[in-house]
């Protein structure tokens, strides 16, 4: 069976960037026979932010509602949370230790961290926590640990999942191969998915729309995404608008088609965002009930979480870190 595994941060409210990036690309995954299934809420990656601890446990249970509303079923699919497994932090030090330094500075996130000091005229490394830097190395455990081939991410994604391999094909070629190299899947018509600004959809830029809208709250959010000031019967350029790049996501290729076609006739903007919010609403209103139900009771969320973890620490995580354990002249504890 190929292995397909992915993870969100605990950092916020799920939003449609994740849910087109990685929660739906995996729930399709997760339904096919020669496929098992690694999902998992990154909690361990959220405490660089440094955020308030009740923002991490809310966090948590939401991002976990919407893997589940989306149609997980923790009884087919390896369902946990990072931070119950110790061997992710364990193994993330003996891939520190190969991990090369130069290629973390190259990092995206890091780089961004370093060009803001430079702007703002303080030293590069002013205020950047050890654990931004580190990140890439975290994440490289949970994908490696589990001997992940699929990585269903956004595109965002991709230069980590690259660091992954070349992680784990310095541990292999160092210590014997044990490790599988992982590959990002990406959804060819989803590209980046553009928030209510323009730019990425994205936590840190407070322009999301969060997957458990109400209908009401997703029709309001819709309307306030920015266009240009083109008027109804002026022809609208379809690959730079950021209403047609969402409609793209959430449409088959005919509609998408032809909303392509709306555009160079010339479709006012109030039509083509009405059509976006009902293609959406159809797709998330199942969703959004399941969601309710679910965040209403954290207590059984929390007994699926604990027994996934442990199922997989189990079945996975303890023996192979035993193996690595020894490969690299430690004693093997499992
Ligand atoms: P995170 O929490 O930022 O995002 C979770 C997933 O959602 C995707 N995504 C998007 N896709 C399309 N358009 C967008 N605007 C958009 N915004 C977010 C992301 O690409 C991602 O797939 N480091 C990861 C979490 C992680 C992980 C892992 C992922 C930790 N360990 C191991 C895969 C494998 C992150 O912060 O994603």
């Not at 956004?154 to 980590?160: L, N, P, S, T, V």
């Not at 209403?296 to 996934?308: C, K, V």
Request: glycine letters at 6%.
């Amino acid at each position: 069976k190929t292995r397909v595994l992915t993870g969100i941060t605990t950092s916020g409210t799920p939003h449609l960037g994740n849910y087109v990036g990685a929660i739906r690309p995996a729930i399709a995954a997760s339904h096919q026979s020669d496929v098992e299934s690694f999902y998992f809420l990154a909690d361990l990656h959220s405490l660089i932010k440094l955020q308030p601890p009740e923002r991490v446990q809310r966090s948590t249970l939401e991002i976990a509602a919407a893997w589940l509303a989306a149609g997980l079923d923790p009884s087919k699919v390896w369902f946990y949370r990072q931070s119950d497994i110790p061997e992710i932090t364990e193994l993330t030090w003996l891939l520190t230790c190969v991990a090369g330094k130069g290629i973390l500075n190259r990092a995206h996130a890091y780089k961004a961290a370093v060009d803001k000091n430079r702007g703002e005229g303080e030293d590069d490394d002013a205020a950047i926590n050890a654990g931004l830097f580190m990140y890439p190395v975290l994440m490289a455990a949970d994908i490696l640990l589990f001997n992940a081939e699929r990585v269903p991410v956004g595109r965002d994604q991709i230069q980590h999942i690259e660091m992954a391999r070349d992680f784990g094909q310095r541990f292999n070629h160092i210590y014997g191969d044990h490790f599988a190299l992982p590959e990002a899947a990406i959804e060819e018509h989803v590209a980046t998915l553009p928030g209510l600004d323009g730019r990425k959809m994205s936590k840190s830029y407070d322009n999301v729309i969060p997957l458990s809208s109400s209908r009401e709250q997703l029709k309001k959010l819709i309307f306030s995404i920015v266009t240009d000031s083109r008027a109804p019967g002026e022809a609208k350029e379809a690959d730079g608008s950021n209403v047609f790049q969402l409609y793209q996501a959430f449409a088959t290729a005919d509609e998408t088609a032809a909303m392509r076609q709306a555009f160079a006739d010339g479709i006012g903007w109030g039509d083509a965002k009405q059509k976006l919010f009902e293609r959406i609403d159809a797709e998330i209103a199942p969703l959004r009930e399941r969601y309710q139900a679910l965040v209403a009771n954290p207590q059984r969320i929390e007994e699926q979480l604990r027994d996934g973890a442990q199922r997989v620490r189990a079945a996975y995580a303890t023996p192979l870190l035993g193996r690595l354990r020894e490969a690299v002249g430690l004693r093997d504890l499992s």
